[in-house]
């Protein structure tokens, strides 16, 4: 189906706020949900995503469907959405019924499923992801990136700029080194909370991130979380003090680290270098 009868098939559904309302699709705290209704913003972020011809697409949390029919608009071979909130099943099946076989519905919790068994590569995930489970769900993704053509995800701006933030930054930490480590990391744009219904209390970002061949420099990945997240535990110590329990000064020595920098001070190449050095320990 050509980009024109796609969007032909889904001129026809129904406004989002009226499927909300007829399915009684009130958010609900609890499971972090905040809708996207404006689909002009909705295909901002799928525009984001790059080119999804011959991609099958995970969506994660899609509530009343707002970001998947822009999905289901794109190129995209295939849209996988995994939906933990049985009161969306209904109204995603008015989807799939004009989908033409383009939309898999799967009523799930996320954390407990992972996408890379579920669809064939390439894969990518495109999300408004529930604010709650954000950065456990991706650092479950992380530990498979290289089976992923790519992640465009939507987090609170607070997050965003861990996922982001660059050497001696105060928002530099355990999340921005994984991320770092193994993706190439790039915000896009910030949505107000006036998009959202209901509108959360913060400004959300939609970042992409794109896994790199291999990571940034050799390492164990459970050993370097164990490192950074001593180093980062302490932030405000110098790295002989923080990392005391691993090695202290000794480690640092071996891995080329002055011992009087700080956790934000490090670059993803010397947090490797001190996770490889505590491996030969």
């Not at 109204?91 to 499923?113: F, K, T």
């Not at 890379?116 to 529930?130: C, E, F, G, Q, Y």
């Not at 479950?140 to 089976?147: P, Q, V, Y």
């Not at 680290?257 to 670059?267: F, K, W």
Request: charge should be positive.
């Amino acid at each position: 189906m050509n980009d024109t009868g796609r969007a032909a098939a889904l001129a026809g559904l129904p406004p989002l706020r009226e499927v909300i309302a007829r399915h009684g699709l009130g958010a609900r705290k609890a499971l972090g949900q905040h809708f996207l209704l404006d689909l002009n913003l909705t295909r901002r972020v799928v525009r984001a995503a790059g080119p999804l011809a011959g991609v099958t697409v995970v969506e994660i949390g899609p509530g009343p469907g707002g970001l998947t029919r822009a999905l289901l608009e794109s190129e995209a071979a295939g849209i996988v959405a995994i939906e933990r909130d049985s009161r969306c099943i209904a109204a995603l099946g008015e989807l799939a019924a004009v989908a033409a076989g383009r939309l898999d519905i799967v009523e799930g919790d996320a954390l407990a499923l992972d996408p890379v068994d579920m669809v064939p590569a390439p894969r990518r995930i495109v999300a408004n992801l529930p604010y709650n489970v954000a950065t456990p769900l991706l650092l479950g993704w992380l530990a498979r990136a290289d089976a992923y053509a790519g992640f465009t995800l939507m987090f609170q701006k607070e997050v965003a700029d861990r996922l982001v933030a660059p050497v001696r930054t105060h928002a530099r930490g355990r999340l921005s080194i994984i991320a770092q480590w193994m993706c190439t990391v790039e915000r896009c744009f910030d949505i107000s909370p006036r998009a959202f219904t209901p509108p959360p209390g913060v400004v959300s970002t939609l970042v992409n991130l794109t896994p790199r061949p291999a990571p940034l420099a050799p390492a164990d990945r459970a050993t370097l979380e164990r490192v950074t997240a001593a180093a980062f535990g302490q932030r405000r110590k110098m790295l002989r003090s923080s990392l005391a329990s691993l090695g202290g000064a000794a480690l640092l020595e071996k891995a080329g680290v002055p011992e009087t920098a700080r956790a934000e001070e490090l670059s993803v190449e010397q947090f490797c270098a001190l996770a490889r050095m505590l491996e030969a320990q």
